[in-house]
């Protein structure tokens, strides 16, 4: 697996989930890339099964390394998500 292949696999996976949500592709493949750089031993899995992991709840904003805008229009950690929702510090 190369480094190529692996920025072409997010780019895929983000257009797809995103013209199916009506969100943009660029904020998508920011999940999976936050996603990712905190939980690199999903690598394998996210280039087989792609967009699985959305549908599972794998990846989710609260799961990355990355802030991310919440619903309130605020900047939020990872840390901070999962503290409001009550959820364990990884």
């Known amino acids: ?3 190529r292949l692996v920025i072409r696999r997010i780019a ?3 257009a797809g989930v995103a013209s199916q949500a009506g969100v ?3 904020d998508v493949a920011g999940l ?3 996603f990712l750089a905190a ?3 999903h690598v394998s899995r996210f280039m087989a099964e792609g967009g699985e992991l959305f549908i599972d709840g ?3 904003a609260e799961h990355g390394a990355l802030s991310f805008g919440a619903m309130n229009g605020k900047m ?3 840390a901070e998500s999962r503290a409001l929702k009550g959820m ?3």
């Open 1 to 3: 697996m190369t480094e």
């Open 12 to 14: 895929e996976v983000a």
């Open 24 to 26: 943009p592709g660029a």
């Open 32 to 34: 999976i890339v936050s």
């Open 39 to 41: 939980n690199p031993e």
């Open 58 to 60: 794998t990846i989710r």
């Open 76 to 78: 939020v950690t990872p």
């Open 88 to 90: 364990p510090d990884q």
